[in-house]
């Protein structure tokens, strides 16, 4: 059972609809109880890095997540993905969930048009167990402003947009694609595939 965490910040129905769709079983919520029993945990988001902390706090899963996610399975994606770092400086500087080391911050993009938005290739660094079905200039469909800044060992996948940036980060049970899997074709599927078989 894959829980989808549901904290008001997700595009949490092109998720659902794509995991249904490779028969994964899935369940929305905002139960920590729920969220404890489940096999893996997905933590979507789109919008702002403060916003979204603010309605994580106020859902009272902080502590659940940092918990489950050194224990089980446990993917960001887009903004989630942001929030697995140390901080973000959206509009302010916020906390984040300190998952991984580092922080979230403006795309440099020299000169290129922010966001970031449309389909673009990416290139595997250090391979892991969602990059298995991958290979070099496999396309992925991106949405974002920011980026995480983090150690070239945590970099699964980096992409180039006027700047290199990471698209997929992983460290120990917790993997993070600034990419959205869920819109990128079977590319994406393939990496949700992966993430429900680990």
């Not at 403006?106 to 673009?120: I, Q, R």
């Not at 974002?144 to 980096?158: F, G, M, R």
């Amino acid at each position: 059972m894959i829980a989808v965490i549901d904290y008001g910040a997700g595009n949490i129905f092109s998720i659902e609809n794509a995991l249904e769709y490779l028969g994964c079983e899935s369940v929305l919520t905002s139960d920590k109880a729920v969220i404890e029993s489940a096999d893996k945990i997905i933590l979507p988001g789109v919008g702002a890095f403060p916003d979204a902390m603010k309605k994580l706090e106020k859902s009272g899963l902080i502590e659940t997540i940092k918990t489950q996610a050194k224990q089980k399975p446990f993917l960001g994606i887009c903004l989630g993905m942001q929030l697995l770092f140390e901080k973000g400086y959206e509009f302010e500087e916020t906390n984040g969930l300190g998952l991984i080391p580092g922080e979230v911050r403006k795309l440099e993009t020299n000169g290129l048009k922010v966001p970031h938005m449309g389909w673009n290739s990416v290139k595997i660094e250090n391979p892991c167990a969602l990059t298995n079905s991958m290979k070099d200039g496999d396309m992925v469909y991106f949405v974002h402003s920011y980026a995480a800044v983090t150690e070239d060992k945590y970099i699964a996948l980096s992409s180039d947009y006027g700047g290199r940036f990471p698209a997929l980060v992983h460290e120990g049970t917790v993997y993070g694609a600034q990419f959205h899997p869920e819109k990128s074709g079977q590319v994406g599927l393939g990496i949700l595939k992966s993430f429900a078989a680990l």
